[in-house]
């Protein structure tokens, strides 16, 4: 099992995680990988920066703790996740998840579910600044409800089908 | 002493990052809120006991009945938004 999770202000190349997944293993057959970037424009505010916060220890422990619950959920073989802090523009990388398996439809949710508890469950906070001013962002009722669909018995987004 | 983390909006609202505080007499973490909102003001206690506050004891997200002593780090901080 591969298992990477980072937090760093410096980009990353996300062409050269999905290499390091691939060359893991030669069992992995299927990488899904999601890259996360920040927008020009959010709710209508012309975005000129973003600043990222986590809390240094504990955030790093909750990503691997997401990663291993992860590979407890689904048969995967290798997970990278980079999530950069600091100060970020327009058009830079935030965020890249990437799984590798065997089948992709276990790549795929495990990504999808990676991201859904990152997204509200990983201490990171964003201060958005743009020419209206400067204010911490809050947490999108969209994304609680992605992170709760893993848990609902209403909809369950588990497939356990081969393809 | 109880090592107490201040994050995000908390942090510039409160215009602290840190405080240590003498774990004498504190319990818990609403104790603990008690006595911050008696040694630093009633603005401690009106911002830490907010709706949506989230609370980790040594790194471990908790209610605020959770038990803490001397030498714990609690962290006030509000919903995460990374990603």
């Not at chain 1, 001013?133 to 369950?156: E, F, H, I, M």
Request: aromatic residues 8%; negative net charge; proline residues 3%.
């Amino acid at each position: 099992m591969f298992l990477r999770a980072v937090i760093q202000e410096e980009p990353f190349n996300a062409q050269s995680e999905t290499a390091r997944i691939r060359d893991f293993s030669d069992k992995i057959g299927g990488i899904v990988s999601f890259l996360g970037v920040v927008r020009d424009l959010n709710e209508g505010n012309e975005v000129k920066s973003l600043f990222l916060e986590h809390y240094p220890g504990m955030t790093e422990r909750q990503l691997e703790e997401i990663a291993r619950a992860a590979c407890d959920r689904w048969n995967v073989l290798a997970i990278s996740i980079i999530h950069r802090i600091g100060r970020l523009h327009p058009n830079d990388d935030i965020v890249f998840v990437g799984v590798g398996s065997e089948h992709r439809a276990e790549a795929f949710m495990a990504c999808e579910y990676i991201m859904d508890y990152l997204k509200t469950n990983a201490a990171f906070w964003k201060k958005e600044q743009s020419v209206n001013g400067s204010r911490w962002l809050v947490t999108r009722d969209n994304d609680l409800k992605a992170a709760n669909r893993w848990t609902s018995d209403s909809v369950s987004p588990d497939n356990e089908a081969e393809y | 002493m109880i090592r107490v983390l201040l994050f995000s909006s908390l942090r510039e609202e409160l215009n602290r990052s840190l405080i240590e505080i003498p774990a004498c007499g504190i319990s818990d973490v609403s104790c603990l809120i008690q006595k911050l909102e008696e040694s630093q003001g009633k603005v401690w206690g009106c911002i830490l006991r907010g709706e949506n506050i989230l609370i980790a004891v040594n790194q471990i997200m908790v209610h605020d009945n959770q038990p803490i002593t001397d030498g714990d780090e609690v962290a006030f901080f509000p919903p995460v938004t990374g990603g």
